[in-house]
């Protein structure tokens, strides 16, 4: 049975100036043993409003997400929602963003899900907070609920009488399961969301304010750094401690099994003894580094567990004319601009820890489970840290301080990594291998599909101790937990193999391989990325088999309608028309999806430039569409689409880790490019299509695919031949010119 709140049946009692709410359980006996409907969003798993919603006697108002702000804007926008479902002011809320100890249990920030599950929750708890908040003063004034309205923090009579929300909360007021459905505001009404409100994290960053984990300062701080093995699966055979321990400031040398670190009072003095420490450090090394071997033939050689995940047949659609191709992707490097960073403390049996995790819950877990200590008696307190969507180096980082924290009670440890620890130690995006084949029928449509994908894991996340470096390298070492495939419909390396498009004949096969030669983990948009780059090449491809434009040939293949707006909408904001010539030097790239096949719904229309002496290639224009659903900050979304295609671009024309027998190789910015300012492209257009109404669809990752896919169609349509290998570096763009 649960708790909820009916208006007729409310008791109100007054007593002490305090005002005490007391709700009936809904749920006569005829109902026990019916199905339940699901709370929306993230109340499915936290029910409770004052999970996510606070108001203090003075009025002022706290809103909780388990959600992390990471670049993406959520601060702002779930701001937005509960300032528009509660009727206050959007500056007269403060957010408190992912803490163990203060929100609800959101597991990671990934997947284009917070606007999904924490926005649709916060949103639905807003509203039924106002409702709750409405009905309290109808008691209170002897009046019927419809004929007041929440205005700007009050309920408000007919006749102008006001209550304000602090002299109608009681302190178990909120503490109430919510319902499952809410009577949300009418779009049309809206005052603050769909409203492009600057987004609240961004002043600090510009400003050279505190704004990441790595401007954490606090009193009687240590400064930690951390000596990490030259490669995977090094052995820490001998070190010589005692010079580095006289240098000036160190507090102590660390060394538990391969885990070697030096603290310190002030930063340099740590990173001068790190230098140091790595020098008297003597390390037994072993080559198990695939080098020989090139991303298909490594892949395809591997074991593998193979599940067909789409199998659909048309016997009377017959093929006439067939191609086929595969496509690779390196193993890529999230190449956050700051390396990761944490600050912990450890002081009587509690251990508070400062990180830009992505899943504060998952993290304490992990640790917790390292350090022996139990998960209550670790606080995780997400901070913001410069720069990623994924997996990199900011769990590890945390661990290490937690454990060095653990050794030296009292004192605030900061641990900093270096930036060649970042490129060698943070776990990549996975390489991939996709081959696809497909047949046209005698009008030139889609008669058979065929699409394999070969990959990895796409998600290494902590949730054990094993996930993280430290526990790993400790004398007495976590064990590394099995790989496991992720599940569909969102799927990993599976993610969008299955094609949007309608095809008769239908067949993906998922070949997932366990064994992982590199370490590797989340990467935004996990296997979206490199099937959509896959997807929309080949569509490409049997649009020339077929004599068809990329643009008509796509929506002659599409029946959702959705899918169909966004499509027409790029080609509209770009100027694409059939048979269009561009200039010399310069080719027209288009590419579709929704992400995971159940997110916002993407098209792009790119115009690329090659340089067909140095083979070097550029983006030059770039139009998207995007439908995320309901538009919360126009703004917001902009900001996430044109990131995501800048970031694309940078994967797909400079992005590759690389690796001898032994190491990692590609440790600083030289050994791995990325898009430089001279790079960018001129002009980025996006093209809104607001939905009032309609659930929130995460839009974050929605842009990588297709921004890669456009690039490469552009590309070939620029110099008459493909190249199918990401990235697509100026001496591959030159090897395909020359053959």
Request: some cysteine.
């Amino acid at each position: 049975m649960t708790a909820a709140f009916t208006v007729d049946r409310r008791q109100v009692l007054l007593g002490g100036g305090a005002l005490l709410v007391s709700f009936s359980l809904r749920g006569a006996a005829a109902q026990e043993g019916a199905a339940t409907p699901k709370r929306p969003g993230s109340l499915a798993t936290a029910p409770y409003l004052d999970s996510w919603i606070r108001i203090d006697a003075d009025g002022h108002i706290t809103v909780f997400t388990g959600k992390a702000e990471l670049g993406q804007g959520i601060k702002t926008a779930l701001q937005q929602i509960a300032a528009e479902e509660l009727d206050v002011p959007f500056e007269s809320i403060n957010l408190v963003t992912a803490d163990t100890k203060l929100t609800a249990n959101e597991g990671y920030t990934a997947g284009s899900h917070s606007m999904q599950d924490s926005g649709t929750a916060i949103r639905n708890a807003a509203a039924q907070v106002r409702e709750l908040l409405i009905a309290q003063a109808a008691e209170r004034l002897n009046r019927p609920a419809d004929g007041l309205r929440a205005e700007n923090g009050a309920v408000v009579a007919t006749d102008g009488t006001r209550l304000g929300y602090g002299e109608l909360v009681a302190p178990e007021m909120l503490h109430v399961e919510a319902q499952t459905t809410s009577k949300l505001k009418d779009p049309a009404s809206f005052k603050v969301m769909g409203q492009p409100v600057p987004r609240v994290d961004i002043p600090a960053k510009v400003t050279g304010g505190a704004a990441y984990v790595q401007d954490m300062r606090l009193p009687g701080m240590l400064h930690a750094r951390i000596v990490r093995p030259p490669s995977y699966g090094a052995e820490l055979t001998d070190v010589d401690t005692a010079s580095v321990e006289k240098l000036a400031g160190v507090v102590t040398v660390i060394r538990n099994g391969n885990f070697l670190a030096v603290v310190a009072e002030k930063e340099f003095q740590a990173i001068k003894a790190m230098l140091a420490l790595a020098a008297a450090a003597k390390w037994q090394e072993h080559a198990r580094l695939p080098t020989d071997r090139g991303v298909r033939e490594l892949l395809t050689s591997l074991p593998s567990q193979d599940s067909t995940i789409l199998d659909v047949s048309d016997p009377q659609a017959i093929g006439r004319r067939s191609i086929e191709a595969s496509y690779t992707r390196p193993y890529q490097s999230h190449g956050s601009i700051g390396p990761s960073c944490a600050v912990a403390q450890f002081s009587d049996g509690a251990m508070t820890i400062w990180t830009h995790t992505q899943g504060v819950y998952p993290d304490r877990r992990a640790i917790a489970e390292m350090l022996n200590l139990g998960p209550d008696s670790l606080r995780v307190i997400h901070v913001e840290g410069s720069g990623c969507y994924g997996h990199n180096g900011a769990d590890d980082a945390a661990a290490d301080a937690a454990l060095i924290a653990s050794l030296l009670p009292g004192h605030p440890i900061r641990v900093q990594w270096m930036r060649e620890q970042e490129h060698a130690w943070e776990p990549f995006g996975p390489a991939m291998l996709t081959q696809v084949k497909a047949s046209l029928d005698a009008d030139g449509r889609v008669a058979d599909w065929h699409f394999e994908v070969w990959s990895n894991t796409h998600s290494t996340r902590p949730g054990t101790a094993g996930t993280l470096l430290a526990a790993r390298h400790k004398e007495h070492p976590f064990a590394e937990p099995a790989p496991k495939p992720l599940p569909l419909p969102e799927g990993g390396g599976d993610r969008n193999a299955i094609p949007i498009y309608a095809f008769p004949n239908a067949k993906v096969v998922h070949h997932f391989i366990s064994q992982m030669p590199l370490r590797i983990s989340a990467m935004r948009s996990l296997g979206a990325y490199h099937n959509v780059f896959s997807i929309e090449s080949f569509m490409d491809e049997l649009a020339a088999l077929a004599g068809k434009d990329p643009v008509e040939f796509r929506l002659a293949h599409l029946q959702d309608q959705r899918a169909r707006d966004v499509v027409q909408k790029a080609a509209e904001g770009f100027g694409w028309a059939k048979d269009q010539k561009p200039p010399s030097g310069r080719g027209y790239g288009f590419a579709f999806a929704r992400y995971k096949n159940l997110a916002a719904y993407c098209a792009i229309a790119s115009e690329v430039e090659v340089n067909r002496d140095t083979g070097r290639a550029r983006l030059v224009r770039a139009v998207a569409a995007v439908d995320a659903g309901q538009i919360v900050n126009p703004n917001g979304l902009i900001n996430q689409v044109e990131g995501a295609i800048v970031q694309s671009s940078s994967w797909t024309l400079y992005e590759s880790v690389t690796f001898d027998e032994t190491r990692i190789t590609s440790i600083d910015w030289q050994t791995y490019p990325i898009l430089r300012f001279n790079a960018v492209p001129e002009s980025i257009e996006v093209h809104l299509i607001d939905r009032p109404g309609l659930p929130f669809l995460g839009a974050g990752e929605t842009a990588q695919g297709p921004a890669a896919a456009s690039i490469a169609n552009g590309i070939a349509n620029a110099i008459g031949k493909r190249s199918r290998d990401l990235p697509l570096t100026r001496q591959r763009i030159r090897a395909a010119i020359e053959a």
